[in-house]
């Protein structure tokens, strides 16, 4: 195996956290970018623990300056970008009428625009030099649209759009695009929507309260038996060595695989209609 300059975005906790550690394991230089390097701690501490080296970098994904120079002073200091990995995120929970303006922008920025920020910064090294990876990390959300999920699901779903509209055209100058699916991930509902989840619970005015409260609690069920982010690191660190062999589109567990295939397939809509009226108590 050669080793690679891999970027990830968003490596403070979570998925970002152990695919940057797992991905120095492997062998490769491994970029790790957060946007408050303030929170650098619990990185550096995985990383020492592992006996592993990362360049740490500060990064705003929806900043298209703080792109431009986070990008061009990687290739000035490593000479290429072989890999990267979008996967700074955030989640969001609330209907329509529940969401503003400011926080559906957010919610696109960091999930959808962010990406697409960053995958245009590192095409032109990519094609020049005739080869490279770039890997979003999208959800389940991207191919099922959920309740309570609008924003969310459309960042993603957008994300979705634009990398198999990129793929083929990217595929042209050797880069190959993919995208990874997972489905609920430990503690990333309750850490990102915490605040948005008291707010919608205890509003006695809205009249969407009993429709989310019934889907809380399917969710908190499904997030239960969530899978752990050390796996979908793990699972980003072995795409990275794949490579050019890498499919477009990636479920990180057969749950996902399903739960995706659903959409996937459904035609006309009703299999998932169908499914997700019950998450709210509707028949």
């Known amino acids: 195996m050669s080793a690679k300059t891999v970027v990830i975005t968003g490596c403070s906790s979570g998925i970002g956290l152990h695919a940057a550690v797992e991905a120095a394991r492997a062998g490769h230089t491994v970029v790790a970018t957060m946007r408050n390097l303030e929170r650098r701690a619990a990185l550096d501490e995985a990383a020492s623990s592992a006996g592993v080296e990362l360049d740490v970098r500060t990064l705003d994904i929806t900043d298209v300056s703080s792109v431009t120079e986070c990008v061009a002073g990687i290739l000035a200091d490593h000479g290429s970008i072989d890999t990267l990995i979008n996967n700074a995120g955030a989640g969001f929970v609330g209907t329509l009428e529940q969401t ?10 960091v999930n ?15 094609r020049a030099q005739g080869s ?38 990217a595929r042209h100058f050797g880069i190959n695009v993919s995208v990874v699916e997972p489905g609920p991930v430990g503690s990333e509902f309750v850490a990102n929507v915490t605040e948005s989840v008291e707010h919608l619970l205890s509003n006695d005015e809205d009249p969407y309260r009993d429709l989310f409260a019934a889907y809380f609690e399917r969710t908190k069920g499904a997030f239960a038996d969530a899978q752990d982010p050390a796996d ?28 995706a295939g659903m959409s996937l397939s459904d035609v006309d809509g009703s299999n998932v209609q169908n499914a997700t009226r019950m998450w709210v108590g509707t028949t």
């Open 232 to 259: 979908v690191g793990r699972l980003l660190a072995e795409i990275t060595t794949s490579g050019q062999d890498a499919a477009f589109r990636i479920q990180t567990t057969p749950r996902a695989e399903a739960f």
């Open 132 to 169: 490279g990876h770039i890997v979003s990390v999208t959800s389940v959300g991207g191919v099922v649209g959920q309740p309570f999920n609008d924003a969310y699901c459309a960042a993603k779903f957008a994300t979705e759009g634009f990398m198999q509209s990129l793929a083929p055209v």
């Open 112 to 126: 959808f625009t962010g990406h697409i920020h960053m995958t245009r910064a590192v095409m032109p090294s990519m």
């Open 100 to 109: 503003s303006t400011e926080e559906l922008q957010r919610t696109m920025d």
